[in-house]
């Protein structure tokens, strides 16, 4: 097997021909998993932008702020009881050349190791209280809620890895319902009814809620292991040393990811030892995390594809689904830019006025992500075929950065420099991974359709900015007025110019289809 795209032959005109009729059938059955993403994805971000808004609003900014400064902390010592087996299973399960007797073993084996890592880790938490106060720097009733929550740890370790399980075998569905709608949707539902029905303080509530939550998630994903045969029938033994080959370059990976996406709220809560403050950026920062929603969704499917297509020779179909997906991807995440460039106070206005000092935040978390789309999902194109060590390599870079420029700007810029920090690190992250990943493959996304998603944002932009310095009203009527005329102008002019021929012939016939029904 060759290990570069882009020194792989296509065998002449006739190659090429063959490669685009096999994707025009195929284009059916990815149309319906990217749409089967996005609805998954779009409803999972609805779920967590209510839960956002809902906790906001009821909590005080200081509890709010000391709960996601608590699980913040957490979600740094899960880096460990997960292992790295999240993306690890995802690659297992994905390979063709793995019988499902392994799988079964392998899928125990993890969850084994997991639970006894977790057990370990809050066992430590308990035991270890001076070293831990010293590391969470702020106070006795953090650790006292640090305690509290410590089993969330098992519970979120094995919900993770069951839901990447499921992932690995293309389960689209189940993936979302597991990963977001459960854990948002059934969270904000349980809080609501403890807090209103039962009358049970803030802080309580919401804390029962992630215990909750987590239970579903975990009750929920056994059922559908079963399903997938997982938990019955022969079990054969799979190698020990390619199962920590996959987990442990993605456990120094997955560590610095998860560093990189934490270590802001972190250092907020260490450094300014300001709750209020740290609830307002965490519910910016959180907001801005929307416009990774299409990003999400297409690795979501393109994850395990790339697995699949790598080892099983398919390297034009690999390169031709990089190249599609990134471009709507950007498509996607310049309309979610350009619209909170033009009403980020609006939008925070939902959560609550207290809430506003946090629009540049916002913005800028937006900015990154958008930097972030432009290469799609580089990350899983070098981790998905056997070079995990260069998502490190990237990851390492980024946290360098990350911290460096939070330790400088956030005395300075206070949440606005963390902001600037996290979204530095994310471009940074990208920049490498996608160097690296051309060296070997050499397959990159852009193509003149790019450039056509520029006068796209500009057409939508101006006169919806105009249009927002107008109007003045009730900022939930600025949002779906200004929301409306913006998506509008900018799909319009999207259809026009960034469509292929083939995706405009595409569109076409569903709308036909429709006004036929």
């Known amino acids: 097997m060759q290990s570069s795209i882009g020194k792989h032959k296509y065998g002449g005109g006739n190659g090429k021909k ?5 994707a025009k059938f195929q284009n059916k059955g990815l149309l319906a998993k990217i749409l089967s993403a996005f609805v998954g994805q779009g409803v999972g971000i609805g779920f967590q932008f209510v839960f956002i808004i809902v906790a906001g609003r009821i909590l005080e900014e200081s509890v709010y702020g000391q709960i996601v400064y608590v699980y913040t902390f957490l979600s740094l010592v899960m880096i460990l009881t997960k292992f790295g087996l ?7 399960m994905a390979r063709g050349d793995i019988d499902i007797e392994e799988k079964r073993w392998s899928v125990l084996f993890c969850l084994k190791v997991a639970t006894v890592l977790s057990i370990l880790a809050i066992v430590f938490l308990f035991i270890a209280e001076p070293g831990v106060k010293l590391l969470m720097g702020n106070g006795k009733s953090n ?3 640090l305690k509290v929550m410590s089993p969330i740890i098992l519970l979120e370790t094995w919900a993770m890895i069951i839901a990447s399980v499921i992932r690995g075998f293309k389960r689209i569905t189940a993936y979302y319902i597991i990963y977001m709608h459960i854990q948002y949707g059934a969270r904000v539902v349980i809080f609501l009814i403890l807090y209103y029905l039962v009358g049970m303080e803030g802080l309580k509530a ?5 215990y909750c939550s987590y239970v579903a998630m975990v009750i929920y994903g056994h059922f559908c292991l079963r399903e997938i045969h997982l938990f019955s029938g022969m079990k054969a033994k ?7 080959g996959l987990t442990v370059p993605m456990l120094l990976s997955n560590a610095i990811d998860v560093v990189n996406a934490q270590i802001d709220q972190y250092m907020i809560g260490y450094m300014m030892d300001d709750s209020k403050k740290l609830a307002v950026y965490s519910v910016a920062l959180n907001i801005g995390k929307v416009s990774s929603f299409a990003l999400v969704a297409v690795n979501s499917i ?3 594809m790339i697995s699949e297509y790598y080892y099983g020779g398919k390297f034009q179909e690999l390169e031709r689904l990089y190249s599609l997906l990134t471009k709507w991807v950007v498509v996607f995440n310049a309309l979610a830019t350009g619209f909170i460039s033009i009403c980020a106070e609006d939008v925070l206005m939902i959560a609550g006025s207290k809430y506003i000092e946090g629009k540049t935040v916002l913005l800028i978390i937006f900015i990154g992500q958008l930097a972030n789309s432009l290469v799609g999902a580089v990350g899983f194109l070098n981790s998905m075929t056997g070079r995990p060590q260069y998502v490190m390599y990237a990851a390492v870079s980024g946290i360098c950065v990350n911290i ?3 330790k400088i700007l956030i005395p300075i810029l206070g949440i606005n420099g963390a902001a600037i920090a996290t979204a530095s690190a994310l471009t940074v992250d990208i920049i490498v991974n996608f160097v690296l990943m051309y060296r070997y493959l050499h397959i990159q996304p852009y193509n003149y359709k790019y450039i056509c998603i520029v006068p796209s944002f500009v057409a939508a932009f101006v006169p919806t900015y105009l249009l927002h310095v107008v109007i003045n009203t009730n900022f939930i009527l600025k949002i779906v007025v200004c ?5 509008f102008i900018y799909s319009l002019c999207t259809y026009m110019f960034v469509f292929s021929s083939e995706e405009r012939v595409h569109v076409k016939k569903k709308f036909s289809k429709n006004k036929d029904k």
Not at 238 to 244: E, Q, R, Y
């Open 18 to 22: 063959l490669i685009l009729l096999r």
């Open 86 to 92: 999240e993306n690890g299973m995802v690659s297992l």
């Open 143 to 145: 650790y006292h809620l």
């Open 206 to 210: 919401i804390v029962a809620s992630y």
């Open 238 to 244: 799979f190698p020990v040393t390619i199962i920590l």
């Open 302 to 304: 393109f994850a395990p």
């Open 404 to 406: 460096l420029l939070n």
């Open 483 to 487: 929301g409306g005329v913006y998506t």
